[in-house]
């Protein structure tokens, strides 16, 4: 995402944002500061203002953008379970990569998310590490999976909330460190199953064909057993 070269000062003293971003051309370098100083010394007029603050705003995006994509090209080549997930789609007959895994802005507070059609979605701006990145393609890679492997109908709650079990289980997002983190929580025993059941319900609670909370959980708990217990492609809980 470098600036366009061009003969004019302002030009140079600018960069477009990625088109899947934004189309706004952003202030950098010197043009960047000089608007900075105007803004904090209240030189700006109303519009000027406005301009300043929708261009703080993209080079915001930008900076997470390409901080999302260096965690995922990361994960793409050193991630032991990134690696492993991807084998098996491509086994599959599946592909995945950066052509179909992509960074963007979230307005909901989610990490993620995959759709058979497009891929797989990392929301930049709720993505804080390479670790947590890693949790997040995991998951959507094992839907990704799924989709290949099972056939899922997304619209059918049963498989919904079987492939959201599978993957918070597998992913790693609910081990005992990411959860006592997360919520201080202690209960040493039952602390996995209690975190893949709450954000397996959570995600089935945003399915179109979902009434409530009660009847996301209670689709939940009837497919819990065989898809807790279903660990393909691993041979165990990996993480």
Request: net charge negative.
């Amino acid at each position: 995402m470098a600036a366009k070269e061009n003969s004019n000062s302002d030009s140079r003293d600018s960069e477009d944002v990625s088109s899947s971003q934004s189309n706004v051309k952003v202030p950098k370098g010197f043009q960047w500061l000089r608007m900075m100083a105007a803004h904090y010394t209240g030189s700006l007029d109303a519009s000027e203002e406005k301009q300043y603050k929708e261009f703080a705003e993209q080079r915001t995006k930008l900076t997470e953008c390409e901080r999302c994509e260096d965690y995922r090209n990361w994960n793409l080549r050193f991630s032991p379970t990134v690696l492993f997930l991807k084998d098996h789609i491509t086994k599959l007959g599946g592909k995945v990569g950066p052509q179909n895994i992509f960074c963007d802005h979230c307005d909901e507070y989610k990490a993620g998310g995959f759709s058979p059609d497009h891929g797989i979605l990392l929301c930049q701006n709720h993505t804080y590490n390479k670790l947590h990145l890693e949790d997040t393609l995991s998951h959507e890679l094992i839907h990704a999976y799924d989709e290949l492997k099972f056939h899922v109908d997304w619209m059918n709650l049963k498989h919904h909330a079987c492939s959201e079990i599978r993957a918070s289980n597998l992913s790693g997002e609910c081990r005992f460190m990411n959860e006592f983190v997360r919520k201080l929580q202690l209960n040493f025993t039952r602390q996995h199953q209690i975190c893949v059941r709450r954000r397996a319900i959570l995600s089935v609670m945003g399915n179109p064909n979902c009434k409530d909370q009660e009847h996301a959980a209670r689709v939940v708990d009837q497919v819990w057993d065989s898809c807790f217990n279903d660990t393909r492609p691993f041979d165990e809980i990996y993480r």
